[in-house]
């Protein structure tokens, strides 16, 4: 993992979209793919984005 985990928030497009970084290994150790769809749910102090549990991917996640 990367040792330095602390990340800046951007602004993208217009002036209501923000992002951050999340690096390479991070993405790789969990099996995301670019354009995947995600839930990103704001709970106490904190931001969670897990993956949208699609057919696709639980027929993927049986075999």
């Known amino acids: 993992m990367a040792k330095n985990k602390i990340r800046k ?28 769809r995600l839930i990103v749910r704001k709970i106490a102090g904190a931001v969670v984005i897990r993956d949208a549990r699609t057919k696709k991917n639980i027929n993927r996640d049986i075999r």
Request: charged fraction near 20%.
């Open 9 to 36: 928030l951007t602004r993208v497009g217009d002036a209501r979209s923000m992002s951050v970084v999340i690096p390479a290994e991070i993405i790789a150790a969990l099996a995301w793919r670019e354009h995947q």
